[in-house]
């Protein structure tokens, strides 16, 4: 497989907020060749938009259960369309989740990529799991932990048993604790926070053993002005 680029960023994209979209997605076609998107929860036309005026593919799930009709998964991929071909897609919502995480649907969009010259597939796992509460997190983080813990064991039940790939599980775990069984850890090369307001590292990256393994040869954390959350870059 040719070397490339692939970025997580948590957006922060609310309805009560208004993200710059066409700056945000100038910086992500500028530093990557594949895109984890998470918190798009609206203006998911001017989103496709803004990547398709760079020649890129913007793909949300199609379907999205939620509770009370209020959110989805707020789950996105995009790339570059002359590099990668979609396979297949497919969101798999979390069982579990607790708080305000109830009202959206906290899964992993589950998306299959061919790279158009060496024709290899790679499979991408997105995700955004659950979030401590807003309240004392550190406090009910005996609630939340747990939450997470049962989410990564049904992502490794389901994806387990599909056909072995190269695969890169990534996205805004909200935990700085690895508790995917059958991964390699997650992969960074520095100790910067992506998450500034609490000082931790929360997005992350990590392969999966069952498959050929992804090479991580590069890592970046990059602050930017427009979400909580920085965007974080892996060249593989």
């Not at 036309?45 to 949300?60: D, I």
């Not at 049962?150 to 508790?179: F, I, K, S, Y």
């Amino acid at each position: 497989m040719d070397p490339f680029t692939i970025c997580t960023y948590n957006t922060r994209c609310f309805p009560w907020t208004d993200p710059a979209i066409k700056e945000i997605v100038g910086w992500l076609v500028k530093h990557s060749d594949i895109v984890a998107l998470q918190e798009i929860w609206c203006r998911h036309a001017a989103w496709a938009a803004a990547f398709t005026a760079h020649g890129w593919h913007f793909l949300r799930p199609a379907r999205e259960a939620h509770m009370a009709s209020v959110f989805g998964s707020g789950l996105a991929v995009a790339w570059r369309s002359r590099d990668w071909q979609l396979s297949e897609s497919r969101l798999y919502p979390y069982l579990q989740s607790s708080g305000i995480d109830m009202l959206v649907t906290k899964g992993w969009f589950h998306v299959v990529l061919r790279q158009r010259r060496t024709q290899r597939p790679l499979r991408i796992l997105n995700t955004h799991m659950q979030a401590d509460f807003d309240v004392a997190g550190e406090y009910f983080r005996y609630i939340t932990e747990p939450i997470r813990i049962a989410q990564a064991q049904q992502l490794v039940a389901v994806e387990r048993g599909l056909p072995p790939m190269p695969t890169l599980l990534l996205g805004d775990m909200n935990t700085e604790d690895c508790w995917f069984p059958g991964t390699v850890g997650w992969m960074r090369a520095t100790h910067e926070h992506t998450f500034p307001e609490s000082g931790q590292i929360l997005d992350h990256c990590t392969t999966w053993t069952a498959g050929p393994p992804c090479e991580f040869v590069d890592h970046a954390v990059h602050p930017l002005m427009w979400s909580d959350h920085c965007a974080v870059t892996w060249r593989i």
